[in-house]
T-cell receptor, first 115, second 110 residues
Framework: ETGVTQSPTHLIKTRGQQVTLRCSSQ?????VSWYQQALGQGPQFIFQ???????GRGNFPPRFSGLQFPNYSSELNVNALELDDSALYLC??????????????FGPGTRLTVL | SQQGEEDPQALSIQEGENATMNCSYK?????LQWYRQNSGRGLVHLIL?????REKHSGRLRVTLDTSKKSSSLLITASRAADTASYFC??????????FGQGTTLQVKP
C-alpha cells in the first residue's frame, strides 16, 4: 500500500459534462502529480502541484485543471468531456526537497469512461 | 512524445526463469524509475536509480543504467506467477515530471 487513495474508483460520464476526481496524498508529501493512462499506453503527465501552486504542465488543454489543498488532498477537474478523455487517471504524491522531487507513490487510479 | 521505449513489448516465460526488460530514453535524466502495474490498476514503485549510479539491487530485482547509451535494464530473477504484470520505466529530468514508456507486458506461466 502506498498510502495514496483516489475516489471514485470508476466513473461514467457523457460527452460535454464536467468531472472532478479526488486524491489523498501521503501525509507530509508536498507534491502531487496527475497522469492520464489510455488503454494499452504508458501514463502521460498532465500537471503537478507543489505547495498548492501549479508547478509544471504536460501537453493537455486548459479544460484540465487542478487544485491542491493544505490537508494533502487534491482534485483534477475536466470540463467539456470528450470521448478521448476515457482513461485511467492516476495521482502520485512525493516529497520535493531541495534536490527536487523523488520517488512518486501512485494511487490506485480512477477509471473514467466518457460515452 | 514518449521519452522511454521498452523492449520487448511482451514477454512470456516459465516460472523460475529470469526476465529481462530494456528501456531506452532520449534526453539527459536525473533518475530513472521502474514501476509495475497489475491489470490496469495503480503503479507500484519498484526501484529508482540515479544518473550517477550504474547498478542497483532490490530483492530479486536488478537494475542497470548506462547513461552513455541512454538505456536501462530490469532483471527479475527466479520469476513467479505473481510477477505477471506490466512493467514501465519512467525518466525524471529533475522537474518531477515522469515520462513513461509504453511498457513491457510480462506473463509468467506456472
Amino acid at each position: 500500500e502506498t498510502g495514496v487513495t483516489q475516489s471514485p474508483t470508476h466513473l461514467i460520464k457523457t460527452r460535454g459534462q464536467q468531472v472532478t476526481l479526488r486524491c489523498s496524498s501521503q501525509s507530509g508529501h508536498n507534491t502531487v502529480s496527475w497522469y492520464q493512462q489510455a488503454l494499452g499506453q504508458g501514463p502521460q503527465f498532465i500537471f503537478q502541484y507543489y505547495r498548492e501552486e501549479e508547478n509544471g504542465r504536460g501537453n493537455f488543454p486548459p479544460r484540465f485543471s487542478g487544485l491542491q489543498f493544505p490537508n494533502y488532498s487534491s482534485e483534477l477537474n475536466v470540463n467539456a468531456l470528450e470521448l478521448d478523455d476515457s482513461a485511467l487517471y492516476l495521482c502520485a504524491s512525493s516529497l520535493d526537497l531541495a534536490g527536487g522531487p523523488d520517488t512518486q507513490y501512485f494511487g490506485p487510479g480512477t477509471r473514467l469512461t466518457v460515452l | 512524445s514518449q521519452q522511454g521505449e521498452e523492449d520487448p513489448q511482451a514477454l512470456s516465460i516459465q516460472e523460475g526463469e529470469n526476465a529481462t526488460m530494456n528501456c531506452s530514453y532520449k534526453t539527459s535524466i536525473n533518475n530513472l524509475q521502474w514501476y509495475r502495474q497489475n491489470s490496469g490498476r495503480g503503479l507500484v514503485h519498484l526501484i529508482l536509480i540515479r544518473s550517477n549510479e550504474r547498478e542497483k539491487h532490490s530483492g530479486r530485482l536488478r537494475v542497470t543504467l548506462d547513461t552513455s547509451k541512454k538505456s536501462s535494464s530490469l532483471l527479475i530473477t527466479a520469476s513467479r506467477a505473481a510477477d505477471t504484470a506490466s512493467y514501465f520505466c519512467a525518466t525524471d529530468t529533475n522537474t518531477g515530471k515522469l515520462i513513461f514508456g509504453q511498457g513491457t507486458t510480462l506473463q509468467v506461466k506456472p
